[in-house]
């Protein structure tokens, strides 16, 4: 799962295989340790939510999605789920969980064997 962080927004990228995984165990989940042993913590859960939350905890960032929608989302052709959540200084912060497409053009050391094949790509 990719993790992708720029102000006021929290972008998720899935693979297939991760969103099989969602679907099964309802959670994926990734951690990136650091030199002094800290541990940063971000995954992606089903839950019995009525809306998708955002949650800050000591060891990183949890995003629930709503049972029904996380199931119609891993299990259609649908791309993505997205949501504006309001914060206290009523900037909203945008969510965005999507599926990982293969990317157009090859890149060296880039393993795509478990991304989703490109609806723009003209050879797939």
Same mark, same amino acid.
């Given at each position: 799962?990719?993790? !992708?962080?720029?102000?006021?927004?929290? !972008?998720?990228?899935?693979?297939?295989?991760?969103? $099989?995984?969602?679907?099964?165990?309802?959670?994926?989940?990734?951690?990136?340790?650091?030199?002094?042993?800290?541990?940063?913590?971000?995954?992606?859960?089903?839950?019995?939510?009525?809306?998708? &939350?955002?949650?800050?905890? #000591?060891?990183?960032?949890?995003?629930?999605?709503?049972?029904? &929608?996380?199931?119609?989302?891993?299990?259609? $052709?649908?791309?993505?789920?997205?949501?504006?959540?309001?914060?206290?200084?009523?900037?909203?912060?945008?969510?965005?969980?999507?599926? @990982?497409?293969?990317?157009?053009? @090859?890149?060296?050391?880039?393993?795509?064997? #478990?991304?989703?094949?490109?609806?723009?790509?003209?050879?797939?």
């Amino acid at each position: 799962m990719k993790l !992708r962080i720029k102000g006021n927004s929290i !972008r998720l990228r899935l693979t297939k295989t991760e969103i $099989e995984s969602i679907a099964e165990n309802g959670i994926v989940s990734e951690e990136t340790m650091f030199p002094n042993g800290s541990i940063f913590e971000y995954s992606l859960e089903i839950g019995e939510v009525e809306t998708v &939350q955002a949650i800050y905890g #000591d060891s990183g960032i949890m995003i629930v999605l709503p049972f029904e &929608q996380a199931k119609e989302w891993a299990t259609s $052709e649908n791309v993505s789920i997205e949501a504006a959540l309001e914060t206290p200084t009523g900037e909203a912060l945008t969510i965005l969980v999507e599926k @990982d497409f293969k990317c157009l053009v @090859d890149r060296v050391g880039e393993e795509e064997g #478990d991304l989703f094949p490109n609806p723009n790509s003209k050879t797939e």
